[in-house]
């Protein structure tokens, strides 16, 4: 049991304002479930968290009404209340990611300090069994994400897309600087990769230590993708912890049918041990604008993020392993057949792994540049351009977008 109190200061003050507009929704059994729960009713607070829960989903997410997605962050609160008094803080940690992750922005406050509270008390708990785990001896070792032989280059570069490396290589720049980034690249919205520029990053060093990983971020729930990737009609979501994914990553390769990969998540907003890790690249405040979003790719060999755009400038940071990117320029999406449902209107109907000549016969004949992106290096993407990429070995990276000054403020 946890003498300790998960405090709520913005759900203390606006639970009856919020209760009042759940109710304007016709969300009357849900309010006097939160009453219960509130009063000490922990069964009241599970059963308002599944009624909210299936709110979230009675529909297409863009149609799930703002009070609903908030109705759930409430509940997640009060569920990790009452694991948190009973000293179950992985439960109390699951209950506030899942607040986090599918909740509304008006409890945000809460659930991050809520999360503070309970890995601290946990880690607590947890100092005893770290000093005798293992060998017994404290000393648990470093066991590596990656290793140099994990990465076959002949068996690698065979399972890259037709022409892979055989026409123009991304320029490579080292320790370029911002007013040679913003002259030579920037301005002229031209891809360059950028070396010697993260070797300060805590992250180049930790990502790549397992039990690292494991002691910072193995209890939280992350969303992660599952099948090829998101084209494709197998493709799922999962919402699985940190350390059932590195399993998983560990038990994956480039033969297997079925890959998990933690793609295109704000892990950082949620783990701030991790974003401490990293620093935003001072290239971000090219143009004046302002940072969009700071995303996670992290995964085995093999996965995959189909030939698509992005409609902000993005900084791709390598931190561990390798991948392949193919670019191609803004200005030759008619020959790239953009779907033309809006929803997938950012990306092509070609396959590069499988191209069919006869439905896409453009493709073949359009000039690209490609490289193998390095550990350690930055590739920058102007907005627009068209870009594949493919992870060489387990690999774990981290996106930037940030916008111009003059840009638009939706993504």
Known sequence: MSSVILSTPTLDSESQALLQSICSQGGYAYARLAILAAAGDQCAAEAACEMAWEQLHSGPWHSVLPVWRDAYSMACLYVAKFYFSNGEFREALRALDMGIIMGGALLRKDLDSAIQVVSAAKA??????????????????????????????????QVLPARSLSCKIVVKRSALSLEGFLGEYFLSGSPVIITDCMNHWPARAKWNDMEYLTRVAGDRTIPVEVGKNYLCPEWKQELITFSQFLERILSNDCSSAVRTYLAQHQLFDQINELREDICIPDYCYAGGGEMRS??????????????????????????????????????????????????????????????????????????????????????????????????????????????????????
Not at 124 to 137: I, L, W, Y
Not at 303 to 328: C, E, F, M, S, W
Not at 365 to 392: A, N, Q, T
């Open 124 to 157: 607590r708990q947890q100092n005893g069994e770290t000093a005798v785990r293992d060998d017994g001896t404290g000393n648990s070792g470093c066991r590596r994400l990656l290793c140099p032989e994990d990465f076959d280059e002949s068996a690698v570069l």
């Open 294 to 411: 700071l995303n996670a790719w992290f995964g085995p060999a093999g996965t995959v993020t189909p030939l698509h755009h992005d409609p902000h400038h993005n900084i791709l940071a390598q931190v561990v392993g390798k991948k392949y990117v193919r670019l191609y320029a803004a200005s030759l999406s008619e020959e790239l057949y953009p779907y033309s449902e809006t929803m997938l209107k950012n990306s092509s109907q070609v396959d590069l792994d499988n191209i069919d000549e006869v439905e896409f016969p453009k493709v073949n004949d359009i000039e690209f540049l490609d490289c193998i992106l390095e550990e350690g290096e930055m590739l920058y993407i102007p907005p627009k351009w068209w870009h594949y990429v493919r992870s060489l070995t387990r690999s774990f990276s981290v996106s930037f977008w940030w916008s111009n000054s003059s840009s638009p403020t939706a993504s």
